[in-house]
């Protein structure tokens, strides 16, 4: 394995010339890319899913789009930008992703619930999207959704608190639970999984 760094412009460039033969409207298969050419590039999203490069935000949203399917969570819990021939780590701060608009349909055991992130994905609450929420050190919580490939969208402040203000209490195998019906579920909140 190597383990060099290339020149940051190169390493861009590089990684846009590899996505251009996946198909439009493709993901690219990820999980079935092992290159040996490994390295780091100064790259890093913020806990409210703004992408950097070398400290300055990345402002072209289409570019930040094609990198957003490209990227892979490593077993170590790290993450990298993968292409069939390269392989570069870099900074997350929370979740890769943030949910920035949520649509909300039907009541109770019927209700269905949607997240658009900041890279356009159109994620439903279902079996596949579950929510988790996890607490802050000050006693809030932190509201994600599954987006894909064990990458999850953190939701804003104020999607949360319309996420939280469509929670009731209900009986879940005989015990008071706290949490949300959407997709076919009951998605706890306070508590890690869902019934």
């Known amino acids: 394995m190597t383990q ?4 940051p412009d190169a390493a861009l460039a590089r990684l846009a010339a590899a996505l251009s033969e996946v198909p439009k409207g ?3 298969p990820v999980e079935t890319w092992h290159p040996q050419s490994c390295g780091r590039i100064d790259m890093r999203i913020a806990a409210d ?3 950097f490069h070398e400290g300055a935000p990345i402002r072209r949203l289409p570019l930040v789009r094609l990198f957003s399917t490209i990227l892979r969570r490593e077993p170590d819990g790290g993450f990298v930008l993968v292409t069939p021939v390269e392989m570069l780590s ?5 979740a890769p992703f943030a949910a920035v608009e949520m649509a909300v349909e039907g009541e109770g055991e019927d209700r269905r619930i949607a997240f658009r992130t900041n890279v356009d994905d159109l994620v439903p609450v279902d079996d596949a999207h579950a929510l988790r929420f996890e607490e802050e050190a ?7 959704v599954h987006v894909r490939r064990d990458l999850w969208a953190l939701l804003t402040r104020a999607l949360a608190h319309d ?12 015990e008071p639970a706290f949490g ?5 579920r009951f998605h706890r909140i306070g508590q890690a999984g869902a019934a």
């Open 26 to 28: 493709a993901l690219p």
């Open 4 to 7: 060099d760094t290339p020149p």
């Open 138 to 144: 000050g006693g809030g919580l932190r509201p994600y």
């Open 163 to 174: 996420l939280v203000g469509l929670a009731e209490e209900r009986e879940i195998d005989g």
């Open 90 to 94: 870099i900074r997350v701060d929370d």
């Open 49 to 51: 899913g703004t992408w």
């Open 180 to 184: 949300i019906f959407a997709g076919g």
